[in-house]
């Protein structure tokens, strides 16, 4: 006794306060967000197609200057940036 009990129903393998927790979640994520999965679904979106050609610089020596490997690159903040004197102006 003590346990959730009630009569046969299609999801009776689930105690009633499981329904209901079940049921609760599909309210709060899915069917809250029905009206947005239908626009994803149902309307075309748009798409843009960016096609954007680098000139690449040269070194004074005339030789093309070498990408930098951006695998070991850092996020850096402006607080730890040195700016030059002359380049603030």
């Keep these: 006794k003590g346990k959730d009990t009630q009569t046969s129903t299609p999801f009776s393998f689930f105690a009633p306060r499981?329904?209901?927790?079940?049921?609760?979640?599909?309210?709060?994520?899915?069917?809250?967000?029905?009206?947005l999965f239908q626009y994803c679904i149902l309307y075309p979106r748009e798409k843009e197609d960016?096609?954007?050609?680098?000139?690449?610089p040269l070194a004074p020596c005339g030789h093309e200057v070498p990408l930098p490997d951006l695998s070991k690159a850092e996020i850096v903040t402006l607080d730890e940036v040195e700016v030059p004197n002359d380049a603030a102006k």
């Design 50 to 56: 960016l096609i954007v050609e680098l000139e690449m």
């Design 18 to 35: 499981e329904t209901k927790q079940l049921t609760e979640f599909a309210i709060e994520t899915f069917f809250n967000h029905y009206k």
